[in-house]
C-alpha cells in the first residue's frame, strides 16, 4: 500500500476523511516548504558565484596594483639616478661658467654657452623634482587601493565601501591573513572597528552569502492539535512520508 491509497483507505473509515484532509495539508506544506528552501539555495548559489567573481576580479586588481607600483619604483630609481648624475653635471657646468667668467679672452656667445647649459639643467632638475613628487603620490594612491583590495579579499569586505569608509587617518595593514584598521597608536581589526565605528554600514560593508542549509524534518514552530493527529496518523501507517514535489 502506497501513500495515495493509504489516504484512500483512511477516508473510507468512520472520522477518518478529516484526518486524511489534515495529512494531505500537512504533506502539501512540506511541499511548499520544500519548494521554498529549493529556491533559496539555487539564490544562494548564484549569490556564491557572484562573490566568486567579484573576489576573482579583485585578485586580478591586486596584481595590476602591484605590477604597476613595481614599474612606478623602477621609473623613480631610474629618476633618481638621473638626478644625481644631472646635479653632478650642473655644480661642473657652474665652474665652467665662473671659469669663463674669469677668462680675458672670453666673449658673449662662449658666456651665454656656459649659461645656457647652466639653466638647462637647473631645469631639467626640477622637472625631474616634479615628475618624482607625481610618482609617489600615484604610488600612495596605488598602495592604498592594494591595501583596501587585499583587505577586501581577506575579510569578504565590500571594496567600494570600504574605500569610501577609510579616511586619510586610516592606515590599513594585513598580517598574518588578518586585515587591521591602524588610527594613530590604536590598532583594531577590521571587523571589530567596524562594528564600533561604522555600525550602521556594517550590512553594506560585509554582504556575506551565508551557507545554504536544506531543512532537517518538519516546519519549524508549535504543534496543533490537527497537526499532533496528522503526525501521529503518519507515524502509525509509514512512518513520516517522503514529500512528493
Known amino acids: 500500500m502506497d501513500y495515495t491509497q493509504a489516504l484512500g483507505w483512511l477516508d473510507e473509515q468512520e ?3 478529516d484526518v486524511g484532509e489534515a495529512i494531505r495539508a500537512h504533506v502539501t506544506g512540506l ?3 520544500a519548494q521554498n528552501w529549493r529556491q533559496r539555495f539555487k539564490g544562494a548559489t548564484a549569490e556564491q558565484a557572484t562573490v566568486n567573481t567579484e573576489l576573482e576580479q579583485l585578485r586580478t586588481e591586486n596584481a595590476q596594483y602591484k605590477t604597476r607600483i613595481q614599474t612606478l619604483e623602477t621609473n623613480e630609481t631610474e629618476l633618481k639616478s638621473q638626478s644625481s648624475d644631472l ?3 650642473l655644480q661642473s657646468a657652474k665652474t665652467e661658467l665662473e671659469t669663463e667668467k ?3 679672452t672670453a666673449t658673449e656667445t662662449s658666456l651665454a654657452e656656459a649659461q645656457t647649459k647652466v639653466t638647462t639643467l637647473e631645469t631639467q632638475i626640477t622637472e625631474n623634482v616634479q615628475k618624482l613628487t607625481t610618482l609617489e603620490s600615484e604610488k600612495q594612491t596605488l598602495a592604498r587601493s ?3 583590495t587585499e583587505a577586501a579579499t581577506l575579510s569578504g569586505a565590500q571594496p567600494k565601501v570600504l574605500q569610501t569608509l577609510l579616511k ?3 592606515q590599513i595593514v594585513v598580517e598574518n591573513e588578518k586585515v587591521f584598521v591602524v588610527v594613530g597608536e590604536t590598532r583594531s581589526e577590521l571587523r571589530e572597528y567596524a562594528d564600533a565605528n561604522w555600525k550602521a554600514f556594517v550590512p553594506a560593508l560585509f554582504q556575506g552569502v551565508p551557507s545554504p542549509r536544506l531543512p532537517e524534518g518538519g516546519p519549524k514552530g508549535s504543534e496543533t ?3 499532533s493527529v496528522v503526525k501521529k496518523t503518519l507515524s502509525h ?3 513520516t512520508p517522503t514529500a512528493k514535489v
Do not use: P, R
Open 15 to 17: 472520522g477518518g476523511k
Open 31 to 33: 511541499n511548499k516548504e
Open 225 to 227: 492539535a490537527k497537526g
Open 168 to 170: 586619510d587617518e586610516h
Open 87 to 89: 646635479h653632478k653635471q
Open 146 to 148: 592594494l591595501g583596501v
Open 237 to 239: 501507517l509509514y512512518g
Open 102 to 104: 674669469g677668462k680675458t
